[in-house]
């Protein structure tokens, strides 16, 4: 069965960091890229960043290049987000989803979506 599962989320002070994983099971995440999507309260779900599969190439949303870090541990069967220098408008509930490939253009390429895990930034 295959599964995603986000974690990581918290409450963070404004300019503080967070490491969100998203951790697969039931398929061979080296031969998927992994997205990472948010959705505010009230907004669309918006793609914040993407690596491709096999150490491919990484893409990120302007608003958050400089901030956030994706990487991926094939041997763990995990993708990483690490946000640095956070905002309150990041604060979104955070989705990992997987498609087979390369990085998909818009979230209704993907195939397989986790749960997503609560970012509070706030004072």
């Known amino acids: 069965q295959v599964q995603l599962v986000e974690s990581g989320g918290d409450l963070v002070q404004p300019g503080g960091s967070l490491r969100l994983s998203c951790s697969a099971s039931?398929?061979?995440?080296?031969?998927?890229?992994i997205g990472w999507f948010r959705q505010a309260p009230g907004k669309e779900r918006e793609g914040v960043s993407c690596i491709s599969s096999s150490d491919g190439p990484t893409y990120y949303v302007d608003s958050v290049k400089g901030r956030f870090t994706i990487s991926r541990d094939n041997v763990k069967n995990t993708v990483y987000l690490q946000m640095n220098s956070l905002k309150p408008e990041d604060t979104a509930v955070y989705y990992c989803a997987g498609v087979y490939g390369w990085c998909g253009r818009s979230r209704t390429e993907y195939d397989y979506w986790g749960q997503g895990t609560q970012v509070t930034v706030s004072s």
């Open positions: 039931g398929f061979t995440l080296d031969y998927y890229a």
